[in-house]
């Protein structure tokens, strides 16, 4: 199992897969907005979304995990 954890602190602004679908390795899956900008976050292996841990429109700190993989 691995984890997709927020590269820095922001608003997630839009999830782009759901619960049960398989990513790629590089696969941008949730895109955070912080100061004006968006910035995509990607998962850095390849799996099925175990569990998506926020929402849309929920604050993330640095390090928070947003998705777990299997």
Avoid at 10 to 19: E, F, P, Q, S, T
Avoid at 28 to 44: G, Q
């Amino acid at each position: 199992m691995s984890q997709v954890m927020a590269t820095m602190a922001g608003n997630v602004w839009k999830i782009l897969v759901n619960a049960g679908e398989q990513v790629d390795e590089g696969q941008d899956v949730v895109i955070l907005e912080s100061m004006k900008m968006e910035i995509p976050i990607a998962a850095e292996e390849a799996g099925k979304v175990k569990e998506i841990k926020v929402q849309e429109g929920d604050f993330v700190n640095e390090g928070d995990v947003i998705i777990e993989l299997e």
